[in-house]
C-alpha cells in the first residue's frame, strides 16, 4: 500500500512539470504574431506547448471586433481553434 502510494504521488509531481508550456522562439513568435495578424488580432502572450505537440497558443489576443480570444495553432502556423477569452 505504501509503495502505491509513493508511486502516485510520483507521477503526480511529474505530471505538472510535464505540462508547463514553453516560450517560443524568435522566429517562431514572429510567426505566431503573424497568423494572429491575417486574423486581424494583435498582441497576446505566446507559448509553445512542451509536449512534443507542436502546437503553439496565443492568448489574450485582440481582435478586429473587439473581444479577446486564446489562438491555437499546429506546427505549420495554422489556426486550429480560436475560443473566446
Known sequence: ???????????????????????????EAGKIAAT???????GGTGEKESEGTGVYELNDVKCADGANYDIKMDK??????????
Open 1 to 27: 500500500m505504501r509503495k502505491s502510494l509513493i508511486a502516485i504521488s510520483i507521477l503526480t509531481l511529474s505530471a505538472g512539470v510535464a505540462f508547463a508550456d514553453d516560450k517560443p522562439s524568435a522566429d
Open 36 to 42: 494572429a495578424k491575417a486574423w486581424g488580432c494583435t
Open 76 to 85: 505549420a502556423f495554422k489556426v486550429i481553434s480560436i475560443t473566446a477569452d
